[in-house]
Nanobody
């Protein structure tokens, strides 16, 4: 089983940038698709971005397309989310997640392991 630890959250003004990282421990990190989700208070856990096991394909939610970039370094067991042009509506707890498949899914129900989450707050 892979364990995930996120870092990099914080507070920023609208228009700013943040970079989230997720470090995985365990043998299967490099074989699994990974993704970022986010959850605001009282809301569902929404898909933000996903990436295939080898980084060859990425997919983004409509709300972040063109502003966020997901990437991975399997040699370092690291998943990254670069967030630019942040908006107040991006405020949420951000989670990294992995699934025992080579391709990501947009449904949080299809993921097998999760990080503890990191808070991102964007002020106007």
């Amino acid at each position: 089983q892979v364990q995930l630890v996120e870092s990099g959250g914080g507070s920023v003004q609208a228009g700013g940038s943040l970079r989230l990282s997720c470090v995985g421990s365990g043998r299967n990190f490099g074989q699994n698709a990974m993704a970022w989700f986010r959850q605001a208070p009282g809301a569902d856990r929404d898909f933000v971005a996903g990436i295939t096991w080898n980084g060859g394909h990425t997919h983004y939610g409509d709300a972040v397309q063109g502003r966020f970039t997901i990437s991975r370094d399997n040699d370092r067991n690291t998943l990254t989310l670069q967030m630019n042009s942040l908006k107040p509506e991006d405020t949420a707890v951000y989670y990294c997640a992995g699934r025992s498949s080579t391709y990501p899914s947009t449904s949080y129900l299809n993921y097998d392991y999760w990080g503890q989450g990191t808070q991102v707050t964007v002020s106007s």
